[in-house]
């Protein structure tokens, strides 16, 4: 089932077979010269998909993507290159790395297993969260700038404090203009955020940028909404660590873990 969001707004155009442009939906929350990682995250899972639907795999699910940020990504056009670097009936393992300026900026890599029957044996996630229609809409563009962020429509369950945030996520901002997109990939769009929700230091005085994102899914996502429910630790030595249960509307779906790089500004 595909879903086409948000015809007149989007945070990508399709430049050809490859190629695409951000809009300023996209831009980055740390400076506005960059794209915010989130909606290329979904991206890159729009053109593996894309790639995988010429294979007709359909019996094999997404379990596990994992996203490494090699440098800056400018607010530039780009292209995204799919391979399929190990092929099987039952594992598959596919990567897609966005190229900007002939400069590998992110890599993703993502292993698609076979899909089953399996509600006999399900058990052991957390429990889902109160509905989001219920949950406290949020002013979040108070603490962060961006046209990303300004896309959002944020919902917190509870009251957040430092490194401690349960937070519903959406947005009316379609991935690629006029293109069905499924619900994986708009949700894992969503995702990256998660080190946002609330800061454990101001990030007008510290930075702690994450460098890679990795997503484990038990269930795939359906609905609109991603759940957070996000806890943020900072070490002693300059690195941290935001881990995330993931929920959709019918509860816990999966786990995501970022690492973080952490340094005062200047």
Known sequence: MTQTTGLAASYFERLGPHGFKPTHH???AWRSDEQHFSPLGGLLVHAIERARA?????ELVLGRVSFDILGKIDLDEFEIQVETLR??????????????????????????????????????????????DAAQRSAE????SGGYIDSLDWRNVGTPVPGRATTWISTSVGLV???????????????????????RQDPREW???NVDLTIHLHRQPEGRWAGLDTSVVFGSGGQGITSTTLH????????????LTVRPLP
Request: charged share 20%.
């Open 207 to 209: 930075m702690f940028p």
């Open 141 to 144: 563009t108070a603490v962060w």
């Open 54 to 58: 010429a294979e007709q795999r359909p």
């Open 87 to 132: 092929p099987g009936r039952t594992i598959e393992l596919v990567e897609a790395t966005a190229v900007i300026g002939q400069r590998p900026a992110v890599r993703a890599r993502a292993w698609f297993l076979a899909g089953q029957d399996t509600s006999a044996v399900a058990g052991g996630a957390d429990e889902p969260l109160p509905d989001a």
């Open 248 to 259: 959709d509307v019918r509860g816990p779906i999966g786990r995501a873990e970022q690492i």
């Open 177 to 199: 203009q006029g293109e069905p997109v499924s619900p994986l990939a708009s949700y894992i769009a969503l995702v990256d955020t998660a080190n946002g929700l609330s800061p």
């Open 26 to 28: 996209a831009s980055g």
